[in-house]
């Protein structure tokens, strides 16, 4: 009987209440209706989604918002359209001020960038920093070149076995029970 009830009840947004929208405009009318409200999270769907469309210059209106909303996804994405020169013109120093503001944030793949950033303009004590917070965040990347530092000497062994168990504890973390 319940199976029953649950079956004829239209499913509900367990926050609102309200329906669930069933076409992709109403899907859009929401997204944007929380995009007004100043959701970052939906602020930045929108801005990737203008990017993959091609509209760069939406794209980067959208993502500049959340970014100013602090939100690292924003932050991040800016920093590829600076690097990239996509919609806007290629400017490295906005492109690192934009992975250091996602970096801060808690992004790792934009400190992996900036500890790459700082192994080729030969800063390696600097960019092994990076790199072993960025495996601490669980980014695998980061401990290739954790392991490429340790072989070339400028990472201890201690530190390298450090980040290593770090890395799998941020990994394990993530698993399903």
Same mark, same amino acid.
């Given at each position: 009987?319940? &199976?029953?009830? !649950?079956?004829?009840?239209? &499913? $509900?947004?367990?926050?609102?209440?309200?329906?669930?929208?069933?076409?992709?405009? *109403? %899907?859009?009318? !929401?997204?944007?209706?929380? #995009?007004?409200? !100043?959701?970052?999270?939906?602020?930045?769907? *929108?801005?990737?989604?203008?990017?993959? *469309?091609?509209?760069? @210059?939406?794209?980067?209106?959208?993502?500049?918002?959340?970014?100013?909303?602090?939100?690292?996804?924003?932050?991040? /994405?800016?920093?590829?359209?600076?690097?990239?020169?996509?919609? #806007?013109?290629?400017?490295?120093?906005?492109? #690192?001020? /934009?992975?250091?503001?996602?970096?801060?944030?808690?992004?790792?793949?934009?400190?992996? !960038?900036?500890?790459? %950033?700082?192994?080729?303009?030969?800063?390696?004590?600097?960019?092994?920093?990076? /790199?072993?917070?960025?495996?601490?965040?669980?980014?695998?990347?980061?401990?290739?070149?954790?392991?490429?530092?340790?072989?070339? @000497?400028?990472?201890? $062994?201690?530190?390298?076995?450090?980040?290593?168990?770090? /890395?799998?504890?941020?990994?394990?973390?993530?698993?399903?029970?």
């Amino acid at each position: 009987k319940i &199976r029953e009830q !649950n079956a004829s009840m239209k &499913r $509900k947004c367990p926050f609102c209440r309200h329906p669930l929208p069933t076409t992709d405009a *109403e %899907i859009d009318a !929401n997204r944007m209706k929380r #995009v007004d409200a !100043n959701d970052p999270v939906a602020t930045v769907f *929108e801005g990737i989604r203008r990017y993959q *469309e091609g509209d760069c @210059g939406g794209a980067f209106e959208y993502l500049t918002k959340a970014a100013g909303l602090g939100d690292a996804e924003a932050h991040y /994405h800016l920093s590829l359209m600076y690097w990239e020169g996509k919609g #806007v013109e290629m400017d490295e120093q906005m492109a #690192v001020y /934009h992975w250091e503001e996602s970096a801060i944030a808690g992004h790792p793949t934009a400190r992996f !960038n900036l500890g790459a %950033i700082e192994w080729n303009s030969d800063s390696m004590e600097r960019a092994m920093k990076h /790199h072993i917070i960025a495996a601490n965040l669980g980014d695998d990347k980061s401990v290739d070149a954790l392991k490429k530092g340790y072989l070339e @000497g400028v990472l201890s $062994k201690e530190d390298f076995a450090a980040a290593l168990r770090a /890395h799998q504890a941020a990994v394990d973390a993530t698993k399903s029970p």
